[in-house]
């Protein structure tokens, strides 16, 4: 004890034992609060690639699966709908995609690996809505030039077969192309590329 009554071990163990309290009340404040920038369970899934089987796809058949909170669409285009597409090009605004977004791997005619199996996101390239699949050849609705493709009810945009977007419609470009790739001959994963990781 020094002289004027002080212990200085007694407050040297006070001091460290005060910082490690304060220490311990710091972390246990600012972890939760950097958990919650976490992203949650749901978030994380709606950005995760999704396996889809496509064996059960007839041909003119169309499904939609869910990625990034946006429809993807995955169809089956028959012989017929393949010999149409390169028939439409001078009707197209960009029927090279050369202003679209798609992987490599799909900047191609059929905008696709295989060329009967065609996968794009589900969203009007104008406004965001959602197109309409449209098969029939020449309805009453769309006219005698119609060859089958997706058209959007919200402005009237339309799409061949391909997702690439017709001339004088207020879409600006092709529909979008999600990565993708094959892991069997029946089975594709959206959401990757050749084994990377979703952009």
């Given amino acids: 004890m020094t002289s004027e009554g002080v212990d200085i071990d007694k407050r040297r163990f006070l001091t460290q034992a005060a910082v490690v309290i304060g220490a311990i009340g710091t972390g246990a404040v600012t972890l939760p609060f950097i958990s919650s920038m976490k992203p949650s369970a749901k978030a994380e899934a709606l950005g995760a690639p999704v396996e889809v089987d496509i ?43 050369k202003e679209s977004d798609q992987p490599k791997a799909m900047a191609n005619e059929f905008r696709s690996i295989k060329p009967e199996i065609f996968v794009a996101i589900g969203v009007c390239t104008h406004l965001g809505c959602s197109p309409v699949y449209r098969p029939e050849i020449a309805p009453a609705d769309l006219g005698p030039d119609w060859k089958g493709g997706f058209f959007c009810p919200c402005h009237g945009s339309r799409f061949d077969l391909a997702g690439r977007v017709y001339k004088a419609v207020p879409a600006p470009t092709n529909l979008e192309i999600p990565p993708y790739h094959y892991i069997s001959d029946t089975r594709i994963v959206i959401g990757m590329s050749g084994g990377e990781e979703s952009r």
């Fill in 55 to 97: 064996s059960k796809i007839e041909p003119g058949q169309l499904i939609r699966v869910l990625w990034r909170g946006n429809p993807v669409w995955i169809l089956h285009r028959t012989p017929n709908n393949l010999a149409i597409l390169p028939t439409l090009d001078n009707q197209l605004r960009d029927p090279r995609s």
